[in-house]
């Protein structure tokens, strides 16, 4: 196909922006905010606290209703809030497009805004800038291309313009000697033109961009866990209060007494405190990560990453630094590791870098330029190597011909000195070296390749000073060959014990990259990554159906050449095979994965934008040993939230047999609503943060990841809290039933059985966060417990001991010695028989480790 080097009319410009739209990522997010806000309010734990209040206002009860009211409504504004900022990824892609292009048109060169630049149009293309749009290069000059934010790899691409009437096939981005740009990329060195093919959400990072919004987020393993269990205690709330409601208009043809007494008895059941326990628990987890430089955006995911099974990493960046070094010089047959050497540089290998200096771009951005440049100017400051004076006369381009590149430099005599550097086997045919030598050369650079390292050459010349100009071809030089530099991206110092610490928890490690596979391997062999089963390429995955590639995934965790669609299918894969999936990234490519894995994890300072706002938590200072310290934090959560909501069932049991019984006995009522809403909105809550700042035990980072289907609180935790729940009521309904038997007052039977309950309340606290009730479990215990059993006294004590409060809550000033008698029997009965089922777990067979 022709095209035109005047560029577009500014009609047809016009005409074809009618037809193609701006140049922008136009594509719409899926979940609007009333949706977002439906989908909130149809959540059953948030149900539950709506229609909490909303029987206190039935009942008349003002205060308590709108207490309850104004903490739902608080707490859906938050979720609100929090699942719109994770709808935010295509702002950020629509950021990375270049606010302004130059173009042909009608002849002339024009600044545009990038909006519009339509297909057809011809770009300019210089050092430094943006690329615009996807097109076809027409004309290129040592053009080189940074394309990291679609392929995720630090080396820039060299370029290569279509020859007039050659077909360019299938455009991608990645490898040397392509035709094709792509909007968002940046130009590293040279300049040229492009013809525009696509813009928009047509181009890649459009289609990326596409991919994104139609990923729709999972609810978190812990929001499925506890919605299932809510729905459990509603359901049997239902039920329970419904044969109240039936018995008591039945028994007694006292209908209306009855419906208040099933709502009575179903406002004890509803399950409050569940929302409640895991907005404390996640947000102080979240605050504490936060004081390690790692930020949970969505504060759910830490205790989704604590049952992390599979962890897939982005190599460029994550595991590496994302900046190239010079990690190995060779020459004159030995070897000197950079990257392992503090020591000065040996003399045999200043000719070699510095030369290596001489054929490099001083005000270039190319990364291997800048590493040769900076290792020089460290090394060779104090030596004879470095020519400030020398004046560069002449550059020859590196074509696809001759994968080299020279300089020629005017000397202090008036000579030229010439540097090249290139490709190994374009320096061997520079330096004419004969089949013997080149393949000795060739040897050398495979053996240093195998390491990772990314090998070019290294020659010298001279030219006398009676020419007035160099040549004009490389090969007119007599070259002689200096040495070899290796290149790497080195691995983070803190990869390889984070590596083996998430081994040791059983999480599997996998490296998915774009690189290829014989640096992908090299490197997870550093990193510690199984690399046993060798490397899977992104031709291997486009050729395997499902099942090849869960047969593959079983195996395989080093993926090269992968493309950022693949990437999404590996997650995907991972995902049905029942993997747990953490997938960290920083680059736009690592976007749609990461929104799609259980667990997005982006790098802060390197990240791009699209990776940050797509993922759940993000490494603010890209250690990647946090996300380690995240895991241990999830797990923490999961435990402690064991003990609490175990707790919760325990004293939900007393507060609802203590609605219940007194009516079914013949009694008078025992709790009024104020005396429930003391218990669930005051001690309830407080006792939460003391279960939340439980220490983890010492093996919590040696146990395999718990079941993705795990639930919080399975049967025998539900009969452990219930049974513990059952001696509280005991205690409590027999100390009533006593006081009214011997003759006491309701008001004063009453206050001593709320201080049974209450010393009961604080006993399961205590049982339930203690591995062991023991001397040592006590004194382990955090501050905030004895700070709650001290607050909880007070309170208690106020409300008997003021006139007014007592009134209030229906109480009598009780004799000190009967409260010392119902605080101990209630504080007895729930730790002794705690002990006795302490004891009997250890004295029980435990299960064989599957």
């Not at 430094?128 to 691409?157: F, H, M, Q, Y």
Request: aromatic share 4%.
């Amino acid at each position: 196909m022709s095209w035109n080097e005047s560029g577009l009319s500014q009609a047809e410009a016009a005409r074809r922006r009618g037809e193609y739209g701006p140049n922008e990522l136009s594509q719409r997010e899926k979940k609007g905010f009333l949706r977002t806000l439906v989908d909130i309010l149809t959540e059953p734990m948030f149900l539950l606290l709506l229609c909490a209040a909303g029987i206190y206002l039935l009942l008349g009860d003002m205060r308590e209703g709108m207490v309850l009211a104004a903490f739902a409504l608080f707490s859906i504004g938050l979720v609100v809030v929090q699942e719109r900022r994770s709808e935010h990824a295509l702002d950020a892609l629509r950021s990375l497009s270049a606010p302004l292009a130059r173009v042909m048109r009608d002849g002339q060169p024009r600044q545009i805004n990038a909006g519009d630049v339509v297909p057809g149009d011809l770009l300019l293309l210089a050092e430094g800038e943006r690329i615009a749009a996807d097109g076809i290069l027409r004309r290129a000059s040592e053009l080189t291309v940074d394309e990291a934010i679609l392929t995720g790899e630090s080396v820039p691409v060299r370029k290569q313009a279509l020859a007039e009437g050659q077909p360019h096939g299938e455009l991608g981005a990645g490898g040397d000697d392509q035709p094709g740009v792509f909007a968002g990329t940046l130009v590293v060195s040279g300049h040229g033109q492009a013809e525009v093919t696509t813009t928009g959400s047509r181009s890649q990072i459009g289609q990326i961009g596409s991919t994104l919004a139609g990923i729709a987020p999972e609810a978190t393993l812990l929001q499925q866990v506890v919605k299932k269990f809510v729905r459990w205690f509603s359901l049997a709330a239902l039920v329970i209060s419904t044969c109240l409601v039936l018995w008591y208009g039945l028994q007694r043809g006292e209908w209306l007494a009855g419906l208040l007494s099933g709502i009575a008895f179903a406002m004890t059941l509803l399950p409050q405190e569940f929302p409640m326990a895991l907005a404390v628990f996640l947000a102080l987890g979240a605050w504490r990560l936060a004081q390690g430089k790692v930020l949970a955006r969505h504060p759910a995911a830490i205790e989704t990453l604590g049952a992390a099974t599979m962890l897939c990493v982005d190599k460029t960046g994550t595991l590496t630094e994302n900046r190239m070094r010079v990690s190995v010089l060779h020459a004159k047959g030995q070897n000197v590791d950079i990257a392992r050497s503090t020591a000065a540089l040996p003399e045999a290998f200043h000719r070699v870098l510095e030369y290596a200096m001489l054929a490099s771009r001083h005000k270039g951005v190319d990364p291997m330029d800048q590493a040769v440049i900076e290792l020089g100017r460290r090394t060779l400051a104090a030596t004879e190597h470095l020519h400030p004076s020398w004046m560069l006369e002449q550059e020859y381009e590196l074509t696809p011909q001759l994968l080299a590149m020279s300089h020629a430099w005017t000397t202090e005599d008036g000579g030229f000195a010439v540097a090249a550097k290139g490709a190994p086997e374009a320096i061997a045919d520079l330096c004419h070296m004969d089949a013997r030598a080149t393949t000795q050369l060739m040897t050398e650079v495979q053996q240093l390749a195998a390491r990772g390292l990314r090998m070019i050459a290294v020659a010298s010349s001279s030219h006398p000073h009676s020419s007035q100009t160099p040549p004009d071809g490389q090969h007119d030089f007599a070259f002689v060959l200096e040495g070899l530099i290796g290149l790497a991206d080195p691995l983070r110092d803190t990869v390889t014990p984070a590596v083996a610490q998430a081994h040791a928890a059983g999480i599997k490690v996998a490296m998915i990259t774009g690189d290829y596979p014989a640096t992908a391997l090299a490197i997870a062999r550093e990193a510690g990554i199984d690399t046993a089963a060798g490397a899977l390429t992104g031709s291997d995955i486009a050729a395997m159906d499902e099942a090849a590639l869960m047969a593959a995934l079983r195996e395989v965790r080093v993926f090269a050449r992968i493309m950022p669609a693949q990437k999404l299918r590996l997650v995907e894969t991972l995902k049905a095979m029942g993997e747990v999936v953490v997938m960290t990234g920083d680059g736009v490519n690592d976007a749609p994965a990461l929104k799609a894995a259980h667990i997005g994890i982006a790098m802060g300072a390197r990240g791009t934008d699209v990776a940050r706002e797509a993922a759940s938590i993000i490494l603010l200072d890209e250690d990647f040993s946090r996300i380690v310290g995240g895991v241990h934090t999830g797990r923490r959560i999961f435990e402690n939230l064991r003990k609490v909501m175990t707790y919760i069932v325990a004293i939900h049991v007393p507060i609802a047999g203590l609605a219940m019984l007194p009516l079914l006995m013949g009694l008078p009522p025992l709790l009024l609503p104020v005396h429930v809403a003391l218990l669930e909105m005051l001690i309830d809550p407080l006792c939460s943060i003391a279960f939340e700042s439980i220490a983890p035990d010492r093996d919590l980072m040696r146990r395999p990841p718990r079941p993705a289907a795990d639930m919080i609180i399975g049967p025998p935790l539900l009969l452990k809290g219930a049974v513990h729940g059952l001696a509280a009521l005991a205690a409590t309904i027999f100390i009533y039933w006593l006081s009214l038997r011997t003759g006491s007052s309701e008001a004063a039977a009453r206050t001593l059985a709320i201080i049974c309950l209450m010393a009961a309340n604080l006993a399961l606290v205590l049982i339930n966060a203690s591995n062991a009730l023991n001397a040592a479990s006590l004194a382990g215990l955090h501050k905030s417990f004895w700070i709650i059993l001290g607050a909880a006294a007070v309170v208690l004590g106020l409300g008997i001991a003021l006139p007014l409060s007592r009134e209030l809550l229906h109480f009598a000033l009780p004799t000190l010695p009967v409260a010392l008698l119902a605080m101990a029997l209630g504080c007895c009965s729930v730790l002794i028989l705690g002990a006795l089922l302490q004891r009997w777990q250890a004295l029980a067979p435990q299960p064989a480790p599957q």
